[in-house]
């Protein structure tokens, strides 16, 4: 400690300039001089000097600004005429002015005057309450947004800026109410931004430093320059030579650095060497109480409580006008005290130095509570909602723009040259070779197949789909394709899906043969969840009067019709498709139908739709086709009869070519009928030609140039009445097909699965649970045979059904338990059954069947099975065991009055309905069940749990060693 510190001033700034000195370690002993000290007057500047040497004062702060009037410089503050003129001298920017002496003048001036002359300063000192802005704020927004307060230490040379602050000098919220020395202050100003900082600071601050020293008149000290942010820039208003009030409190405690070292450094002429160094990413607010009355004549010596309080809130209080009576803090003048807060943003510090002025108590107080609310509603404008914000990415939409360019460039053709980027795109008919052009357009989107695309994460060639059902359609009426225009939209932007797409797109406009001329991306956030989108689209072609399909008055009775091979589904039947999949044992992550390539169903499906223009144009305007239908929605059924006159029909022999795979498995999954097949789908012909018969061979060769094709049927003249499309032998083919697939279904790159055989004697319910379950491809078990001790029951049925091998073995047959058995696990060797499920099998089995068949040690055959140690049998029992065992168990729940059943699955022991526990399932037992009720409901949790306990055992998870349940770390799915 080196120094004793004398702060001159009484006030909430003097507290605050003692308190940041305070905490320097420089600072030996710190003194406030409070208007009179003993017989020292702040004035009689002699005495004080005397005061500073007697008492070894090594630094003199001084606060407020009539002590310092006399020192030349200060000028600045103390004669506005002074300061006006030496703004003017030095090109500082100023707020337009002229100074009066006298009143009368000022007025007339104020009313003349060709702008809003609206700020009245008076001459001299006027502790802070100097300027007034007039209250007609329609005038005075025209020239005046805000006026801030930058402050800046200076040693005459440097310029060391504080964080811009601003006061608010009206008494009450809003700015409304009378003009004090100010009410509150907010630290930084958020609504100056670096840009203008820099120009204040070097166009105000430092113009006015130099342009003093200049004058021989330096500067050393704290400068306050008021400010008035004008639409032409930042102007200057007033200047003070000193630390603002309540500004003082709000700034210093966004100080870091050490107080007296920067004073020290400024008196020294060394500030730029010790400059000072700010809190970042704080916020200070101060919000003053003053005295009921204030500005006009107020109370004092009213008793101030809640100090301790704010303390503990972490609140800093600067005492402006208090006294000490009887040992308590009392109020002795207007603005009473100022509550600071230092928070991380500004909202924060105001709230909390509004919690501040709550505790804090004295009869009276008035204070305001939207300090900073300017700033607060700047930050709220910059940080307000953008079109991003709402989820609109427009710098997104540009880039995709750029990435597309090129892919949209390379389908030009002639008659256009496809560059995106334009209100529209144009084309040239007459460039691509047109003389009479008929124009033919047609728009279609690519339906739900897009959902399939979306789940399998694949964007590849659902493009193509949207292309190919514009461009087959307008082939249909003979036309050629020639531009395209696309429209996407998507929930959420991702512009890499998007341009996927848009690639698919243009790859598939390059094999239509026309151009991708423009497009549209919709961003509609709300319309589409993230992740999702739309795809639509029309293609305009043309085609030369006279050429134009169908040639209705042509078609003759015994024209041939020849269909050309879809890829499979194409683009139409989705829904049906997806309900069917989501029905089935099939997931699109499954291998595909059919078995021939490592394909997932998901992309067996979305296998894209063909586009036959360019093979077909050709054909088409050789005149020896007389129509063309494309086969999309609407199937066979459909589409035909849409080239066709009304007196036509044709007939279609499903035998004579090929179905793709997928439709057999589509058919049966769904227990189709055939004309929902015909209606929906395309069966495997994506186009149809009609052509006169002695032509047929020649067309067809050409056709199979490119693509497969077939004769599948013959036009034929039909009464009205009947139908306009027939198809035979559909469901044959179908089938056929089928039965192909089942025998060249690969079985390499399967799990060994583990042999199951059900056991039964009734409905069966449970054995279909669990035949579904081991359908899945992901499944360990497979069910190799059924047996029922009852012959004719539906479980058998059901097992017939999905082509699994029975048994029938009846009891009554049999002498003995033993004997029964015996003939049971015959059968079971025979099928080298690996794991038994009991499914509603009614029979006692004997002890040395259990033994055999729940303990691998006990095999006797010498057998032992891989993944399969021990835990061979498995029962489904309709109750939480071990309560209700045995043939009743509804009944004895329903008797017994339990409100919860359920169902287990559990290894068989020799003992009824006991061993060792896989899974069970609560049911609840409700009001008015019945034994049929009941039972349906449990049936429902153990189509859910017995089919989990079989995959559990069958995989090896989980296994029976010494009558206990083990789990094993084994992967499940
Ligand atoms: C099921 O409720 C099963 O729990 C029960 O027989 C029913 C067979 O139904 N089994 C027992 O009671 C064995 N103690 P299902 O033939 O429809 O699968």
Redesign the pocket.
Known sequence: MTDRVLVIGSGGREHALAWKLAQSLHVKQLVVLREKLVDVSVSDHAALSKYCKDQKIGLVVVGPEVPLAAVKAAQLESSKSFSKAFLDRHDIPTARWKAFTNAEEACAFITSATFPALVVKASGLAAGKGVIVATNKAEACKAVHEIMQCLCFTDGVTVAFMPPAQDHKRLMDGDQGPNTGGMGAYCPAPQLSKDLLLKIRNSILQKTIDGMRNEGIPYIGVLYAGLMLTKEGPKVLEFNCRFGDPECQVILPLLKSDLYEVVQATIDRNLSSCMPVWFEDCSAVTVMMASEGYPGSYPKGLEITGFSQAKELGLVVFHGATAMKDGKVVTSGGRVLAVTAIKKDLISALKEANRGVEVIRFKGAIYRKDIGYRAIDFLNQTSGLTYKDSGVDIAAGNTLVQKIKPLAAATSRPGCNAELGGFAGLFDLKEAGYKDPILVSGTDGVGTKLKIAQICNKHDTIGQDLVAMCVNDILAQGAEPLFFLDYFACGKLDVGMAHAIIAGIAEACKLAGCALLGGETAEMPGMYPPGEYDLGGFAVGAVERGQMLPQLDRIADGDVVIGIASSGVHSNGFSLVRKIVEKSYLDFSSPSVGGSTNQTLGEQLLTPTKIYSKVLLPVLRSGHVKAFAHITGGGLLENIPRVLPASFGVILDALNWKIPKIFSWLQEEGNLSEEEMARTFNCGIGAVLVVQKDLAGDVLKEVQRHEEAWVIGKVVQCQKEFAQVEVNNLLQALHANRLQTLDSQPSKNQPSKTRVAVL??????????LITSARKPTSYAQIVLVVSNKAGV??LKRAERAGIPTKVIDHRQYSSRTEFDSAVDKVLEEYSVQLIC?????RILSGPFVRKWDDSSDLGNGMRWDGMQTGKML????SLLPSF???N?HKLVLEAGVRITG?TVHFVAEEI?AGAIIFQEPVPVKIGDTEKTL?ER??EA?HRAFPAAMQLVASGAVKLEDGMLRWSAKKQN
Do not use: Q, R, W, Y
């Open positions: 039964i004697s009734g409905t069966g319910t449970n054995l279909e649970a539906e479980g009991l499914a509603g099998f009614m029962n489904i029992h309709p065992k045995g043939a168990a169902c309905d039972s449990v049936k153990e």
